[in-house]
C-alpha cells in the first residue's frame, strides 16, 4: 500500500457504457494527478487538481470527465469510450502541487480495457 | 516533452551494481532530479531525489555530475525483483511530472 488507493483494479467496458475509477490518498497532500499508460507508451498526463480546483487538462476528450470533491478523492468518469482508451489509468498525489522533497505518490492503477 | 534522456534498454547481472544513466542538459538550478521504477503494470514506484549532492538511501545512490547536466542511479546489488522500468525525471516548483520511455533494466540470474 502506497497510502494511494485506486478501484477498482480490473474493468472491462463496453462502448456505450457508463462507468468511474475512484482514487483515494490518506497522505494529507493536497493536489492529485490522472495519468493514461497506454501499451508501450509513457505516461501520459491528463488532469491535475490542486486544493480542489482543476489546474490543468491536457486536451483529453469530453468522454473522459474529472471530478474532485475534496483533496482525497478523485474520480474520472468513463463514457462512451472508444477501444484505443483502453489503457492502465493511473493516479497520483502530492503536497502544494508540485513533487518538492516528497515527490508524487502512485497508486497501484485501474486496467481498463473497452470492448 | 520530457527534459531527459535515457537508454532504452539495460541488462545487469543479479548481485552486480546496475549504473542507469540519465541526460539532462537542459536542467535549470531550481529543478530536482527524480528517479521512479515501474514494474510490469503497477504504479511507478519512487526511489530517491536530487539537487546538487550525491544521494544515498535503503534503495539506491543518485550520482549528479557537478554541471548537472546529467546522472547515474546506481542500484549496489542487483536482485531479479529490480527489473523495471526506471525513469529519471526532471522536476521544478509549479511543474508536472512528464515522463519519457525511460530504461527497461532485465536483471539476469
Known amino acids: 500500500e502506497t497510502g494511494v488507493t485506486q478501484t477498482p483494479r480490473h474493468l472491462v467496458m463496453g462502448m456505450t457504457n457508463k462507468k468511474s475509477l475512484k482514487c483515494e490518498q490518506h497522505?494529507?497532500?493536497?493536489?492529485m494527478y490522472w495519468y493514461k499508460q497506454s501499451a508501450k507508451k509513457p505516461l501520459e498526463l491528463m488532469f491535475v487538481?490542486?486544493?480542489?480546483?482543476?489546474?490543468e487538462n491536457n486536451s483529453v476528450p469530453s468522454r473522459f470527465s474529472p471530478e474532485c470533491p475534496n483533496s482525497s478523492h478523485l474520480f474520472l468518469h468513463l463514457h462512451t469510450l472508444q477501444p484505443e482508451d483502453s489503457a492502465l489509468y493511473l493516479c497520483?498525489?502530492?503536497?502544494?502541487?508540485?513533487?518538492?522533497?516528497?515527490?508524487?505518490?502512485f497508486g497501484s492503477g485501474t486496467r481498463l480495457t473497452v470492448v | 516533452d520530457a527534459k531527459t534522456t535515457q537508454p532504452p534498454s539495460m541488462d545487469c547481472a543479479e548481485g552486480r551494481a546496475a549504473n542507469l544513466p540519465c541526460n539532462h542538459s537542459?536542467?535549470?538550478?531550481?529543478?530536482?532530479v527524480y528517479w521512479y521504477r515501474q514494474i510490469h503494470s503497477q504504479g511507478p514506484q519512487y526511489i530517491i531525489h536530487?539537487?546538487?549532492n550525491n544521494e544515498t538511501n535503503e534503495m539506491a545512490s543518485l550520482i549528479i555530475t557537478e554541471d548537472r547536466k546529467s546522472s547515474t542511479l546506481i542500484l549496489p546489488h542487483a536482485t531479479l525483483r529490480d527489473t523495471a522500468v526506471y525513469y529519471c525525471?526532471?522536476?521544478?516548483?509549479?511543474?508536472?511530472?512528464?515522463f519519457g520511455p525511460g530504461t527497461r533494466l532485465s536483471v539476469l540470474p
Open positions: 497520483a498525489s502530492s503536497q502544494e502541487g508540485w513533487a518538492g522533497f516528497y515527490g508524487y505518490t
Open positions: 497522505l494529507g497532500h493536497n493536489a
Open positions: 487538481y490542486s486544493l480542489e480546483e482543476r489546474v
Open positions: 537542459t536542467i535549470s538550478g531550481n529543478e530536482y
Open positions: 536530487g539537487l546538487k
Open positions: 525525471i526532471v522536476n521544478g516548483y509549479g511543474q508536472n511530472f512528464v
